[in-house]
C-alpha cells in the first residue's frame, strides 16, 4: 500500500455526501488498532490488506491472509452474519459489514469483520448455567417435598412395627401412610404436568359449560370475602383436551390469584374465541383476572418454574402454575400472563378450538354402559418387570378374588399365552419395560387374541405422551385397590359385550 495513497470510504447505493479524505498514514494506523478485523477486498474477493485484528480472527499470519480468496457474500453498507472460509481453515461465524471504497486508485471493498463464535459459545454456557440452576432448583424442591412425605411415611411404619399399639392408633398410622401416599403422587403429577410427560385422556367438550361448572365450586373453596364474575363472549366452545387437567388447571390459576390478593378481591373468569392466530389456529381462551398487587418483571420470568413460589415456607409448593403451563403444552396451547405494577395479574390460557360435532356425551350413557357387567374372578397375567411390585399387586388381584400369574417381560408373556390363551381372562402389564414395551405388548396381543382384555399401568411413560393409549384402559402408579377393581371390571366387562366365538390362534 502506498503510504500517500488517498483513500475514500463511501456507502454503496445513491451517491451519499462525501466524507472527507484522510491519508494513508492516518488510516493505516487506524485500522491497524481497530479491535474488529479489517479487510480490504478487491472485485475478485481477493485480500488486499489485512489489520493484526484480522489475523487473530483467523488464526493466521497477515501474509498468509493476503492474495488469498475469501469465501463470502459481498453486502454493501449491511450489517451480516456469515461464515467466513480463512485459507486452510475452518469456518468462522462472523459478523460483517461491507462498504465500496477506493483503494490505491482502484475500486474495492472495505470489510469490519467481529467473531462471534466466542459471543455463542459464551451464550450456549451461560444457557446451560441457567438450566443447570433450574435443575438445582428442582431437585431441592422434590427432595425437600419428598423427603417430608417420607419421614411421615417412615415414622409411622416404625410406630406400626416397634410396639403394640391400640386399634385406634393402628388405623390412624394406616390412614397417614395412605394419605401420605396420595400427597406424593400429587405431586409426580404436577412434576410429570410440567414436564408434559403425563398421560392425557382428551375428550372433546364445551368449555364454556366447564368453566361455568367449576366456577360455582370455586366460590367455597376462594373463601366469601372474593367475588367471582363470569364473564361468556361465547355461547359455546370446544377443546379437545383432558377434562380432568383443564379443571386442575382452572382451580390452579383460581387458587393463586385468591393468594395474590390475600383472599379479598374480585376473580374474573372469561372465555373467548378470539381471532386465529398464525402460531395457534383457532384457538378458545380462558382469562383468569385478579385484582391483586401484580407481579414484579422479575418474577413475571420465573412464575412457571417448579418450586418457585413467592409465598411463605409451608403456604405453597410452587407447582400450581407449573401444572398450568404443562397441560397447556402438552395439549398443543399456551398459557401467556400480563400483570401492569399495581393492577393485579391476568392469566390467559389457550387451547386449539375443535369442531363441537364431534363432542361425547357422558350423560346420556345408562348404568349399564358406564360399567359393563362381567363375571367376577378368573386368571390374570401380571407382566411386571419389578419383582416387588408384581408379588404386591399378585396379592392385591388374589385379594379381589382373581387368580393371578406373574411374568417379568412382554416376551414371557406371549409365550404364556401362546400356549393357551383361553386359560385367561385378562393381561395387567406395566408399560416401561426392557425390550417391548407394555403398550406394544397390548397391541400383539389385540392382534393375536382379540378377545383377552388389557389394561396398562404406568407411573409415566413417554411412549404413552407420544402415542396415545391406543383405547387400553390405564391405570396409573400409584393406585389404590378401588381403582384396580373398578379398571379390571370396566376392561373385563367391555370385554364380554364384544367378544365372539373363537376359532384357532392368529399366528
Not at 462525501?18 to 488498532?33: D, H, M, T, V, Y
Not at 420470568?301 to 413467592?310: G, L, N, V, Y
Not at 384402559?473 to 377393581?485: H, I, R
Request: charged share 25%; proline share 7%; aromatic share 6%.
Amino acid at each position: 500500500m502506498a503510504s500517500d495513497a488517498s483513500v475514500q470510504i463511501g456507502a454503496g447505493g445513491p451517491a451519499p455526501e462525501p466524507l472527507p479524505s484522510i491519508s494513508g498514514a492516518e488510516f493505516r494506523l487506524l485500522i491497524e488498532r481497530n479491535a474488529d478485523g479489517i479487510l480490504v477486498l478487491d472485485e475478485d474477493g481477493t485480500v488486499m490488506f489485512a489489520n493484526p485484528a484480522a489475523s487473530v480472527i483467523f488464526g493466521r499470519s497477515v501474509e498468509d491472509l493476503v492474495g488469498h480468496a475469501l469465501g463470502m457474500p459481498f453486502v454493501s453498507d449491511e450489517t451480516t452474519e456469515i461464515e467466513v472460509f480463512p485459507p486452510g481453515g475452518p469456518p468462522i461465524q462472523a459478523e460483517v459489514r461491507v462498504a465500496e471504497t477506493t483503494w490505491d486508485a482502484r475500486p474495492a471493498r472495505l470489510c469490519s469483520l467481529r467473531d462471534i463464535s466466542r459471543r455463542r459459545e459464551l451464550e450456549e454456557r451461560m444457557r446451560q448455567a441457567q438450566k443447570m440452576e433450574a435443575v438445582g432448583q428442582l431437585t431441592a424442591g422434590v427432595a425437600h417435598d419428598f423427603n417430608n412425605l417420607l419421614m411421615v411415611i417412615r415414622s409411622s411404619t416404625d410406630l406400626l412395627r416397634g410396639r403394640a399399639v391400640s386399634e385406634e392408633k393402628r388405623r390412624r398410622y394406616i390412614d397417614a401412610i395412605s394419605d401420605t401416599v396420595d400427597r406424593a403422587a400429587k405431586l409426580t403429577g404436577q412434576l410429570l404436568a410440567f414436564a408434559r410427560r403425563q398421560a392425557l385422556k382428551p375428550e372433546v367438550f364445551d368449555v364454556v359449560e366447564r368453566v361455568a361448572t367449576v366456577t360455582e365450586m370455586l366460590q367455597n373453596l376462594l373463601g366469601g370475602r372474593i367475588r367471582i364474575n363470569l364473564v361468556r363472549h361465547c355461547a359455546q366452545a370446544f377443546v379437545e383436551a383432558d377434562r380432568s387437567q383443564f379443571e386442575t388447571a382452572l382451580i390452579n390459576l383460581a387458587m393463586n390469584a385468591r393468594d395474590a390478593m390475600d383472599g379479598e378481591g374480585v376473580l374474573t373468569v372469561e372465555v373467548d374465541q378470539p381471532p386465529a392466530s398464525k402460531t395457534l389456529g383457532r384457538c378458545v381462551a380462558i382469562t383468569v383476572t385478579d385484582t391483586g398487587a401484580g407481579i414484579s418483571a422479575e418474577q413475571l420470568t420465573r412464575i412457571f418454574e417448579p418450586f418457585f413460589t413467592t409465598k411463605a415456607v409451608g403456604q405453597g409448593t410452587g407447582l400450581g402454575l407449573s401444572q398450568v403451563y404443562g397441560f397447556a403444552k402438552q395439549s398443543g396451547g399456551d398459557v401467556a400472563v400480563r400483570s401492569p405494577e399495581g393492577q393485579g395479574a391476568a392469566f390467559t390460557l389457550y387451547l386449539p378450538a375443535v369442531d363441537g360435532s364431534r363432542a361425547a356425551s357422558p350423560r346420556s350413557e345408562t348404568p349399564a354402559q358406564a360399567e359393563p357387567p362381567y363375571e367376577p374372578g378368573g386368571k390374570v397375567l401380571i407382566v411386571e418387570d419389578n419383582p416387588e411390585v408384581g408379588r404386591l399387586s399378585a396379592e392385591l388381584l388374589t385379594d379381589l378374588g382373581y387368580e393371578p400369574e406373574s411374568v417379568p417381560s412382554a416376551q414371557e408373556a406371549l409365550r404364556r399365552l401362546a400356549e393357551g390363551p383361553q386359560a385367561y381372562r385378562l393381561v395387567f402389564t406395566d408399560v416401561v419395560m426392557p425390550g417391548m414395551s407394555g403398550l406394544e405388548l397390548g397391541q400383539e396381543i389385540r392382534r393375536r387374541y382379540p378377545e383377552i382384555p388389557v389394561v396398562l399401568t404406568s407411573g409415566y411413560s413417554a411412549a404413552l405422551t407420544d402415542e396415545g393409549r391406543d383405547g387400553f384402559e390405564l391405570l396409573q402408579k400409584p393406585y389404590a385397590v378401588e381403582d384396580l377393581s373398578r379398571v379390571l371390571r370396566r376392561a373385563k366387562g367391555r370385554s364380554a359385550i364384544g367378544r365372539r366365538p373363537r376359532t384357532a390362534p392368529a399366528p
